[in-house]
C-alpha cells in the first residue's frame, strides 16, 4: 500500500500562484506516471496534469500557467499554478500509477481562487 499525502492548498486571490506538493510513502522512481487532477462541486474529476518519465501534459485549461514537476530523491510530486483563476477552484488530487500497475490516489487538498 502507498500512501500519498498532498499538500499546499489554500485561498488565493485572481492572479495569485500556489504550489501543490504530493509526497509519497514509497519511492516514486517506480511509478509508471503521476498526475494531478481536480474536482470541483458538481463537475466530473478532470485531468489537470500528468507526468510519465520526461514527459509532461496539460489540460488546455491550464498550459502555459501551470507546471507539473517530480523530485524523485524526496518522492514527491508538485503542480506549480500560477495566474490563479476563480475557474481553478478545486478539490486537487495526486494520483500515482506504479509500475506493476496498481494506482493510488490521494485524499485532495482544497484550492480556492476568490477576491
Known amino acids: 500500500q502507498v500512501q500519498l499525502v498532498e499538500s499546499g492548498g489554500g485561498l488565493v486571490q485572481p492572479g495569485g500562484s500556489l504550489r501543490l506538493s504530493c509526497a509519497a510513502s514509497r519511492s516514486i522512481a517506480s511509478t509508471y506516471s503521476m498526475g494531478w487532477y481536480r474536482q470541483a462541486p458538481g463537475k466530473q474529476r478532470e485531468l489537470v496534469a500528468s507526468i510519465t518519465g520526461d514527459l509532461t501534459n496539460y489540460a488546455d485549461s491550464v498550459k502555459g500557467r501551470f507546471t507539473i514537476s517530480r523530485d524523485n530523491a524526496k518522492n514527491t510530486l508538485y503542480l506549480q499554478m500560477n495566474s490563479l483563476k476563480p475557474e481553478d477552484t478545486a478539490v486537487y488530487y495526486c494520483?500515482?500509477?506504479?509500475?506493476?500497475?496498481?494506482?493510488?490516489w490521494g485524499q485532495g487538498t482544497q484550492v480556492t481562487v476568490s477576491s
Open positions: 494520483r500515482a500509477r506504479y509500475n506493476w500497475g496498481a494506482i493510488y
